[in-house]
């Protein structure tokens, strides 16, 4: 597995070894001893959440003031524009983001610590989005912070897209970056 850092540190991209001929292929989609070894990190994940979405969704920036989660997310079917915004009060990055683009084609996968807001913008013509959670969906704690917030300013790649992005009521109701409730 090779391990590439972003901007943000500690939010990570991982490139699995891929093994292929005219059958198709082979990967390793996880495996605790070589994401430690590779990554300096001992998670325990929890949970495995699978959703799909249609060419334009958006979904996030969602996070969880309590019970907050990491998360080790990749696509299997289509492609996403994928993102992470700092959301921890005393880090130096505090309300910048990392943004990349995970695919079947590329089976990169994106670690997002807690901490972090985390959402993506289907850009095929759907997309199956896995994830695993280093904590349990805990609805009463789940946050939104506005996806189009100006103080934060993720350069969505809306140009891909007929038209506006999809989006579920909560993330239309989304709070800007200066109104979330946000990490120490």
Request: charged content about 25%; aromatic content about 12%.
């Amino acid at each position: 597995m090779k391990v590439i850092e972003t901007a943000i540190p500690g939010l990570l991209v991982l490139e699995p070894k891929v093994f292929g001929d005219a059958r198709g292929f082979f990967m390793e989609s996880f495996n605790a001893k070589a994401f430690r070894e590779a990554t300096g990190l001992d998670v325990d994940f929890v949970q495995d959440n699978h959703s799909r979405s249609a060419r334009g969704v958006l979904r996030g920036l969602h996070y969880q003031i309590e019970q907050a989660q990491g998360k080790l997310v990749r696509v299997t079917r289509g492609s996403v524009f994928d993102v992470a915004v700092d959301l921890r009060k005393s880090s130096p990055t505090f309300g910048k983001w990392v943004g990349i683009e995970l695919s079947e084609e590329n089976n990169r996968q994106f670690w997002v610590p807690p901490g972090f807001a985390h959402g993506f913008l289907v850009t095929s013509d759907s997309a199956d989005f896995l994830y695993k959670t280093t904590d349990y969906y805990a609805p009463q704690h789940e946050r939104s912070l506005l996806w189009n917030d100006p103080t934060v300013a993720v350069d969505w790649p809306l140009h891909l897209l007929d038209g506006a992005p999809l989006l579920s009521a909560k993330d239309v109701a989304g709070k800007p970056l200066a109104a979330c409730e946000t990490f120490a």
